[in-house]
């Protein structure tokens, strides 16, 4: 078992709410990010999903002390969840080999909690707290681990990257806005569109 691969889980579920909207709304919402993980499947009502929902929170305030170079809030808080959700490790056999399993007890919220609280503790302490971050882009808020060896990752996916880029690039009806979030990234991009814009008006 690879404890830091755990840490998707906090991932996956911080990016079920973003700018454009929440996907963990209702129970079919969770059903949806649980059915990917066969091994928390279990029965779920209403109260877990409150509790998902305010999981969610804690984790989304990890990565925002972290994105914002807050790494000791960032730290503070994750050592809480990990407080508040202790793992218990147990022996499981599969095929006639034992391995060591997380929280085969309990609530589907506390396994998961448990869980991504471990993982995000064991890749923060391989990989840094800065790794951790959200999305630069406007209209985004999804959270990422930054795996670059630069540690200079920026965006959540190409396709944030990429809509900045463009944006920087082809200004939009309301001016000014693109140029401070896109501040410091495809700079390249910026004086093809401002040298256009000036050759137009000249
Ligand atoms: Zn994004």
New binding site residues.
């Given amino acids: 078992m690879d404890l830091a691969s755990y840490a998707d889980l906090a991932i996956e579920l911080v990016n079920t709410q ?1 700018r454009s909207g929440d996907t963990l709304r209702d129970l079919a919402g969770l059903h949806a990010l649980l059915a990917r993980r066969p091994q928390l499947a279990g029965r779920v009502g209403h109260r877990d999903l409150d509790t998902m929902r305010a999981l969610r929170a804690q984790l989304r305030a990890v990565f925002a002390a972290a994105g914002a170079g807050d790494e000791e809030e960032a730290i503070d808080l994750l050592n809480s969840l990990l407080i508040q959700h202790p793992v218990h490790p147990q022996l499981t056999r599969h095929d006639d080999d034992w391995h060591v399993h997380l929280n085969e007890g309990g609530s589907v919220p506390d396994r998961y909690a448990a869980r991504a609280a471990m993982g995000l503790a064991v890749r923060v302490g391989e990989r840094g707290i800065d790794r951790l971050g959200v ?1 630069r ?1 406007e209209g ?3 959270v990422f681990f930054d795996t670059t060896a630069a540690r200079s990752r920026r ?3 190409d ?2 990257a990429g809509r900045t880029g463009v944006a920087a690039a082809d200004p939009p009806p309301q001016p000014r806005v693109t140029e401070a979030v896109g501040a410091g990234h495809r700079a390249a991009d910026r004086p093809a569109g401002n040298t256009a814009t000036r050759d137009g008006g000249q």
Wanted: charged share 25%.
């Fill in positions: 973003d999305c882009a985004c808020g999804r965006y959540c996916s396709r944030c």
